[in-house]
Nanobody, 127 residues
Framework: EVQLQASGGGLVQAGGSLRLSCAAS????????IGWFRQAPGKEREEVAC????????IYQDSMKGRFTISSDNAKTTVYLQMNSLKPEDTAVYYC????????????????????WGQGTQVTVSS
């Protein structure tokens, strides 16, 4: 059973960058799709990015395209979320999640049922 450890969050000024990591233990990410999600205070959790079991990547929101990139290492043990040109509205707790198969395009209702979630890492962007 795969377990996830998210890290890399912190406090950064607007315009800065952070790279979040989602490390697997207990298994590699072979046959898994991995997603990044975030939740700001008082708001619903939203999808950020996903890398599918086939290696396809998606950045979900137009506001993040061109600024955020998702990737994985060759060993398929860690998935990264590179975030550049950060804005105060990117402030949130960021979570990674994993499940078997290719589900990146299945929608928010499906995402709520993903089997494995990391503990979250706080990203705070100051203006």
């Amino acid at each position: 059973e795969v377990q996830l450890q998210a890290s890399g969050g912190g406090l950064v000024q607007a315009g800065g960058s952070l790279r979040l990591s989602c490390a697997a233990s207990g298994s590699t990410f072979d046959d898994f799709s991995i997603g990044w999600f975030r939740q700001a205070p008082g708001k619903e959790r939203e999808e950020v990015a996903c890398i599918s079991s086939r290696g396809d990547t998606i950045i979900y929101q137009d506001s993040m395209k061109g600024r955020f990139t998702i990737s994985s290492d060759n060993a398929k043990t860690t998935v990264y979320l590179q975030m550049n040109s950060l804005k105060p509205e990117d402030t949130a707790v960021y979570y990674c999640a994993a499940d078997l198969g290719s589900w990146c395009y299945n929608g928010r209702a499906y995402f709520r049922m993903l089997s494995t979630w990391g503990q979250g890492t706080q990203v705070t962007v100051s203006s």
